[in-house]
């Protein structure tokens, strides 16, 4: 069974850091690529970074380019997004997502639960 | 980059009836579109990839069709566990835009 379990989410003031994290199993995570997703509260879904199998393509939102930083380690199983310069906007739950090919840029077929991070003063 | 503009925003129907949702692209796509559902709570469920496969487990009422710009979600009879927002995405190339979303409640 596919399992995506986020962490790393919570309060954090504008301008700071925030680092998620996702643990992949029940596949074999260095064959796919990965993605994070956002949903604001009460939003539709905007796509926010992916990276292929073996890091060699990462791609970004405009949205975030320039302060978010996407990477995996595929001896661990892990995704990771790092957040800085975090902006009230950035407020949503984020979903750790496992693309259905090995580029970066495909369609999404398992979804973890979401980590929400609140961006407030 | 390409736009997914999806209409309508929202839609009400009855218990069986046929439901169609269209997504459509600023530019060409091919068939690299997909579609998702999200009941609410929910995270979001793949229904349709390349624009007409049905994913294993996804009732025979739905269906995608479409290529290049103009694309169709079809619920061919609507049932209540149907009542979920709807997204398109497009993954042609990045970035892998979503449709803005289509929400879909039983009157």
């Known amino acids: 069974e596919v399992q995506l379990v986020e962490s790393g989410g919570g309060l954090v003031q504008p301008g700071r850091s925030l680092r998620l994290s996702c643990a992949a199993s029940?596949?074999?995570?260095?064959?796919?690529?990965m993605h994070w997703v956002r949903q604001a509260p009460g939003k539709g879904l905007e796509w926010v970074s992916g990276?292929?199998?073996?890091?060699?393509?990462?791609i970004y939102a405009d949205s975030v380019k320039g302060r978010f930083t996407i990477s995996r380690d595929n001896a661990k199983n892990s995704l990771h997004l790092q957040m800085k310069s975090l902006r009230l906007e950035d407020t949503a739950l984020y979903y750790c997502?496992?693309?259905?090919?090995?580029?970066?840029?495909?369609?999404?077929?398992?979804w973890g639960q979401g980590t929400l991070v609140t961006v407030s003063s | 980059d390409i736009q997914m503009t999806q209409s309508p925003s929202s839609l009400s129907a009855s218990i069986g009836d046929r439901v169609t949702i269209t997504c459509r692209a600023s530019?060409?796509?091919?068939?690299?579109l997909a579609w998702y559902q999200q009941k609410p709570g929910k995270v979001p469920n793949l229904l349709i990839s390349?624009?007409?496969i049905l994913q294993s487990g996804v009732p025979s009422r739905f269906s995608g069709s479409g290529s290049g710009t103009d694309f169709t979600l079809t619920i061919s009879s609507l049932q209540p566990e149907d009542v979920a927002t709807y997204y398109c995405?497009?993954?042609?190339?990045?970035?892998?835009?979503f449709g803005g979303g289509t929400k879909v409640e039983i009157k």
């Open positions: 990276i292929s199998w073996n890091s060699d393509n990462l």
């Open positions: 995405q497009k993954y042609n190339r990045a970035p892998p835009t």
């Open positions: 530019q060409g796509i091919s068939n690299y």
């Open positions: 997502a496992k693309d259905i090919r090995t580029g970066p840029v495909g369609a999404v077929d398992y």
């Open positions: 029940g596949f074999t995570f260095d064959d796919y690529a």
């Open positions: 390349a624009a007409s």
